[in-house]
């Protein structure tokens, strides 16, 4: 027994594996790769989260939110007014325009850039309130799975129980029947 028990103590002893341990250098771990998974996939949902969680806003960033929110309706409305203007007083109009084509080429190339980087921006601040809306719905996508499962489990539920208001009145609970009894007596 002493032979058989020193060999057992060297290949398991000490809480050790020493086959398990060999068989880790040229294979990994399944289950402790699976952990190490599921930490990274936790971890990037944790970020996640946190980059699209919607913080509290002050006066002022909804001031500022208002502010920018007006320049494209002021260009549209502009727009049209200027249209409206040229129909109601051409002259008027044609004498600001002769202004205008006094302005020279690199300045429109410079209000171009601007408008366009300026639309960019708010195209991409919208773009994120949307993908920020859209992990929202998803993570309440269990929840709502939830809700359906148990709204049929009640309309099938429904289906069971009798619709007629006779039948209903004719159950097998005994203080109900009593209690009509009385009421119908």
Do not use: C
């Not at 002022?60 to 208002?66: E, Q, W």
């Not at 007629?164 to 009894?181: E, I």
């Amino acid at each position: 027994m002493g032979l058989i028990e020193r060999i057992f103590s060297a290949v398991f002893g000490d809480g050790r594996n020493v086959i398990v341990e060999t068989a880790e250098v040229f294979r990994e771990n399944a289950e402790a790769a699976g952990q190490r998974g599921a930490d990274v996939k936790q971890q990037a949902m944790r970020q996640f989260a946190a980059e699209f969680a919607t913080p509290r806003r002050g006066i002022f960033d909804r001031l500022v939110d208002a502010l920018n929110r007006l320049p494209r309706p002021l260009l549209a409305f502009g727009t049209l007014g200027l249209f409206v203007t040229a129909m109601v007083n051409p002259i008027w109009f044609a004498s600001r325009m002769q202004g205008i084509a006094l302005v020279p080429e690199p300045l429109w190339w410079l209000m171009g850039a601007i408008v366009s980087f300026y639309f960019g921006a708010r195209h991409q601040a919208v773009g994120q309130q949307f993908q920020r809306s859209i992990a929202e719905t998803v993570s309440r996508a269990s929840e709502v799975t939830r809700n359906i499962r148990a709204l049929d489990a009640l309309g099938a539920g429904a289906q069971l129980a009798p619709t007629d208001p006779v039948d209903a009145r004719t159950d097998t609970n005994p203080a109900l029947a009593d209690w009509q009894a009385r009421d119908d007596g």
